[in-house]
């Protein structure tokens, strides 16, 4: 938002963001598998159990839904010029800011899920 101003660009500038974020998060998760996979023969640690690997499994499949979102509402932007200037109650805007709200909610789930599951596995 320039002065007071929202363009299509601006939204755009935070979906690339957004699609980064959850790109890394999915990584993350598949680093702390590939680690429970190694403690497994270790005497020391106590590996995740099944419901714990579910959780992690819904939890990717929500992040994976949630870039599809973005997505789609990216393409929907492909007909208008970037440059074009909506308002706080443009449909848009409000799609993007619901968007903008689950970001902000399951980038705090994943924090709190990394950072138990790092103290799970012993690190």
Do not use: C
Not at 42 to 66: A, P, S
Not at 87 to 94: L, R
Request: charged share 35%; proline share 1%.
């Amino acid at each position: 938002m320039k002065n007071g101003n929202i363009n299509m660009v601006d939204l755009d500038f935070e979906y690339k963001l957004w699609k980064n974020r959850l790109s890394l998060f999915i990584k993350e998760i598949e680093i702390l598998k590939n680690r429970n996979e190694e403690v497994k023969a270790e005497t020391y640690f106590t590996e995740l159990n099944e419901v714990e690997l579910m959780v992690l499994d819904e939890h990717i499949d929500q992040l994976r839904k949630l870039q599809n979102r973005i997505k789609v509402q990216e393409n929907e932007f492909k007909f208008y010029n970037k440059d074009f200037p909506i308002t706080t109650d443009h449909q848009y805007f409000k799609d993007h800011d619901e968007l903008r709200k689950k970001m902000e909610s399951i980038s705090k789930v994943h924090l709190d899920r990394v950072t138990d599951l790092v103290k799970a596995l012993g690190i």
